[in-house]
């Protein structure tokens, strides 16, 4: 993996797309996080309403009702997720986020979120190889929204790479700046409208921090680059 802040050429997002946003674009990408939100929260939804019905129509017997009972609960902590997150992304597009500072331990946030995306690193039969240089590195942040921001970056990267691949995830100092890099094998050659609304969000989440979101330029193997600023 290299080591250098790759500058990236796509427009779409990065410090130079930052740059240059304007009201109007914010008002555009919330409309189609709007529109994501409400085709994602749909199948949680229909699980909870479809098992409810049963319940009220008494279709579900005695010894099947606690399995019920948890797919409801599972589905209702999904959506409460989803909501959170939700309203989290719309404040950033608006620029109405406002973070929770703290000294934070970055790589015990790294951490978390390989944990969290480690269901969807088996679903998409891929595996990680990390290396986590900065065991001692603390970060002025929000711990809560750097977590995420780790998180979409590894799902990002996670939803377009090959299968059977390998996910590589590095961090370190450089230059007396934070530095998490990701990157794998792309099995293809564009990024999807999802994965360029993730990352224009993550894009403003690390400015919040005041730190830059770069792209590799190459598109077999982009490596995704997080910098911060550094204690």
Same mark, same amino acid.
């Given at each position: 993996?290299?080591? =250098?802040?790759?500058?990236?050429?796509?427009?779409?997002?990065?410090?130079?797309?930052?740059?240059?946003?304007?009201?109007?674009?914010? $008002?555009?990408?919330?409309?189609?996080?709007?529109?994501?939100?409400?085709?994602?929260?749909?199948?949680?939804?229909? %699980?909870?309403?479809?098992? =409810?019905?049963?319940?009220? #129509?008494?279709?579900?017997?005695?010894?099947?009702?606690?399995?019920?009972?948890?797919?409801?609960?599972? +589905?209702?902590?999904?959506?409460?997720?989803?909501?959170?997150?939700?309203? !989290?992304?719309? /404040?950033?597009?608006?620029?109405?986020?406002?973070?929770?500072?703290?000294?934070?331990?970055? !790589?015990?946030?790294? =951490?978390?979120?390989?944990? /969290?995306?480690?269901?969807?690193? =088996?679903?998409?039969?891929?595996?990680? #190889?990390? #290396?986590?240089? $900065?065991? +001692?590195? &603390?970060?002025?942040?929000?711990?809560?929204?750097?977590?995420?921001?780790?998180?979409?970056?590894?799902?990002?990267? %996670?939803?377009?790479?090959?299968?059977? &691949?390998?996910?590589?995830?590095? $961090?370190?100092?450089?230059?007396?700046?934070?530095?998490?890099?990701? &990157?794998?094998?792309?099995?293809?050659?564009?990024?999807?409208?999802?994965?360029?609304?993730?990352? /224009?969000?993550? %894009?403003?989440?690390?400015?919040?921090? #005041?730190?830059?979101?770069?792209?590799?330029?190459?598109?077999?193997?982009?490596?995704?680059?997080?910098?911060?600023?550094?204690?």
């Amino acid at each position: 993996m290299s080591r =250098t802040i790759a500058r990236t050429s796509d427009p779409r997002f990065g410090p130079e797309w930052h740059a240059a946003l304007d009201a109007a674009t914010r $008002t555009e990408l919330l409309g189609v996080l709007l529109s994501r939100f409400n085709h994602d929260l749909r199948t949680p939804l229909n %699980t909870i309403l479809g098992w =409810t019905h049963l319940l009220q #129509k008494g279709g579900v017997d005695s010894e099947r009702a606690k399995h019920v009972a948890d797919v409801i609960g599972r +589905n209702a902590r999904d959506q409460t997720q989803m909501l959170e997150e939700f309203v !989290d992304d719309g /404040r950033v597009l608006l620029g109405a986020l406002e973070l929770q500072l703290a000294q934070v331990r970055i !790589d015990e946030m790294v =951490t978390q979120a390989i944990d /969290r995306a480690g269901a969807a690193l =088996t679903l998409h039969g891929v595996f990680l #190889k990390s #290396k986590l240089d $900065t065991a +001692n590195v &603390s970060l002025d942040a929000d711990a809560h929204r750097i977590g995420r921001l780790v998180y979409r970056m590894l799902m990002v990267v %996670t939803r377009r790479a090959r299968e059977s &691949s390998a996910i590589e995830l590095e $961090t370190e100092i450089d230059h007396g700046a934070y530095l998490l890099s990701i &990157s794998s094998m792309a099995f293809e050659p564009e990024w999807s409208d999802a994965a360029l609304l993730e990352l /224009r969000i993550s %894009t403003l989440v690390a400015a919040l921090h #005041k730190g830059e979101l770069h792209v590799g330029p190459d598109p077999t193997r982009p490596c995704i680059q997080l910098k911060l600023p550094s204690q």
